[in-house]
């Protein structure tokens, strides 16, 4: 089945949200590696709606995060701040996923919820107004 570019898109901001509420019921049980995994996804997706956008395919998680400072960092359509956001929830949910023994904690994983929150929201605004154009 074929989809639109604006259904792609906007099945990947769904994504996002969604992916956002499991960290969120995932905070409410105190499981801090899954709460990390769902951070990142959310912005995964959403990274993945604006390349949607952009019509860039990438084929690995390190290459939509390559685009993503790319296109998005360096051309200062999205700050400093959201690179270092993506980057460090891409290392946290490698280590969560992949590392024995790590055990992130309340403390380390609270803080990153409203930042994705804002990372979420600032790549649909920006799909948003480059729609509007």
């Known amino acids: 089945m074929n989809y639109s570019k604006e259904e792609l898109i906007k099945y990947r901001l ?5 992916t956002l509420d499991e960290a969120k019921a995932m905070m409410q049980i105190e499981h801090w590696n899954t709460v990390v995994n769902r951070l990142y996804y959310a912005c995964f997706y959403a990274v993945s709606a604006y390349m949607a956008l952009e019509e860039i395919e990438a084929h690995t998680h390190t290459g939509i995060k390559t685009k993503f400072n790319q296109i998005l960092i360096k051309t200062e359509r999205l700050t400093l701040e959201h690179s270092q956001l993506y980057n460090k929830l891409f290392t946290l949910k490698n280590k969560a996923d992949y590392k024995d023994f790590v055990e992130f904690t309340k ?21 948003k107004s480059t729609n509007d154009e």
């Open 14 to 18: 769904y994504r996002a949200e969604n």
């Open 107 to 127: 403390e380390q994983v609270t803080p990153l919820s409203p930042q994705t929150q804002a990372f979420v929201r600032a790549i649909s605004q920006l799909i």
